[in-house]
């Protein structure tokens, strides 16, 4: 059932808001044009009301999810191309189409360290891509090959790279041409294919020298996979790093003389980022521990072949002042960080710890692999080279280890998740899979958001978070079909 006027009013609903809250309003939009209106606006200038008028229960009406990193859905690996193009689109097309029903409507496909001939072989496919009942392929996300050997978690080592040539290195290992330098990366053009994020570690050779200008071209850097200490760290959101990859797990977990790259969530400024060229090579776990000025053998599994630099001890940047609850401006602005909230990859503790020190900034993905499937029976599944899976409920490892290999989470079940681990609303869960990736990319005018003028990208959720329909730009595309 469409509108006569392309005019649709959902109403009797709950509308999560930017800061978290949900209120009881109607939501117009243009089924048309497949944007949100606002609605005084729209009356005044069309003189017409909605003829079609959607009663929600009570329902919450939200914004899309938004699934920044997913390595793939429904037998499907992002990461996996045997040369044959349409199946390669097909693929893509499979996993946009049938994601809706978790009630994601954008995501960035996620590949996984690979030898270095295929980026541009693989990247050259996915540009930004949907279909009329699709979710939104956003670009990619390339996760490796420029991380720590020691924290590689599930990556070849023998793909994994340094950059001794900085951003130069990064353009030959993905294509030059697949770094977009374009300020709007949704009309990327034939051959590029709209990079949207990077993680790597940038206590790497080289890694560190590449981030500003990734930063230029648009690309948001995540430091992930890495074992940088918090001077390193701090070097690298200076240079313009944006974001941390999932956050505790792949890196140093948090010590009191020198929280690492979780430390950035509290933005001390009392160690100030070392110049980049200030970088020494540690030979040894104890020259590694002299460099961050610590000796206590806590440090000493820290220590990998790279580089770290000399922690340079000045006063605070901060201001002293007098006013209560207030936390002066710091030299930098702190990460988005992301985190997989399954209960296994974090103990909720975890998870409420983090967004207690910096909730703005939290994000929620699901890191899914190909065997994402909300009815997939437990079991050993196939992945690729010659490896298998294992799945218990949510739990997925690598065969014969007991290595993480990503999740089988859903994105929705996220949003449940983390607001019974924190004791926050189902409205601030909602806005860390919703606004926050969405800022985090610097599209929040158009997705995650219920602004006018955004797209009309939208899931129906129960209120206990279940998602009840699935709307894209302005059309249902899943779930019961409404009048």
Known sequence: MSSANGLVCFTNCLLPQEDGGLVERDLWIDERRGVILDSQLAFFERRERPDRIIDLGGNILSPGLIDIQINGAYGFDFSVYDGDEEAYRQGMKLVAEKIVETGVTSLVPTLITQEKSLYPKILNLLHPFSTPTSATLLGWHAEGPF????????????????????????????????????????????????????????????????????????????IGHSAATSAIATAAVMQGARLITHLFNAMPQLHHRDPAIIGLLGASPHLSAPAIDDFPTPTSPSAASAVSGVTSEAFDYQTTPGTRPTVNRTASVSELHLLKGQVADLAFERPYYDMIVDGIHLHPNSVRLAYSAFPEGCILITDAMKILDPNLRDGVHEWRDGKRFVKEGDKLYLEGTDTLAGSVITLDKCVRNFSRFTGGSLGEAIKCATFNPAKCLGIENTKGTLRPGADADLVVLDRQGIPVSTWVKGKQVWGIPVN
């Open 147 to 222: 991380i720590d050997m020691a924290k590689r978690g599930a990556h070849a080592p023998p793909f994994l790279l340094s950059a001794p040539e900085g951003i130069k290195s990064f353009e030959s290992a993905y294509g030059a041409h697949n770094l977009v330098d374009s300020e709007d990366w949704l009309m990327a053009t034939e051959g590029q294919c709209g990079v949207r994020i990077i993680t790597g570690a940038p206590e790497i050779k080289g890694v560190v020298g590449a981030v500003h200008e990734l930063t230029k071209r648009g690309v948001v850097f995540s």
